[in-house]
Nanobody, 114 residues
Framework: QVQLVESGGGLVPPGGSLRLSCAASGIIFSRYSMGWYRQAPGKQRDMVARITSGGSTNYADSVKGRFTISRDNAKNTVYLQMDSLKPEDTAVYYC????????WGQGTQVTVSS
């Protein structure tokens, strides 16, 4: 059974930082491209950052220079370091694993507000 479990969300003031984690089980983690997506109320789910099995990364323009995605294959975990957070970053953040098939986590809420 595949599980992607996100953690690390919460409430943070503008300009603050959060680190999201996504622990995967039931897959050969090192083979999968991993990603973070987000969905704000009333909006579609959009890609935030992705990292391939080889370690190549790409980011949405809105988060470039502020967010960093990384992975630890030994721990079957992908991270999203979020710095200089803005109110418009408020959303539910979802972890994604993709290798021919796509799996999703349950999401973690990130709220940026003073």
């Amino acid at each position: 059974q595949v599980q992607l479990v996100e953690s690390g969300g919460g409430l943070v003031p503008p300009g603050g930082s959060l680190r999201l984690s996504c622990a995967a089980s039931g897959i050969i983690f090192s083979r999968y491209s991993m990603g973070w997506y987000r969905q704000a109320p009333g909006k579609q789910r959009d890609m935030v950052a992705r990292i391939t099995s080889g370690g190549s990364t790409n980011y949405a323009d809105s988060v470039k220079g502020r967010f960093t995605i990384s992975r630890d294959n030994a721990k079957n975990t992908v991270y999203l370091q979020m710095d200089s957070l803005k109110p418009e970053d408020t959303a539910v953040y979802y972890c994604n694993a993709e290798f021919n098939v796509r799996y999703w986590g349950q999401g973690t809420q990130v709220t940026v507000s003073s």
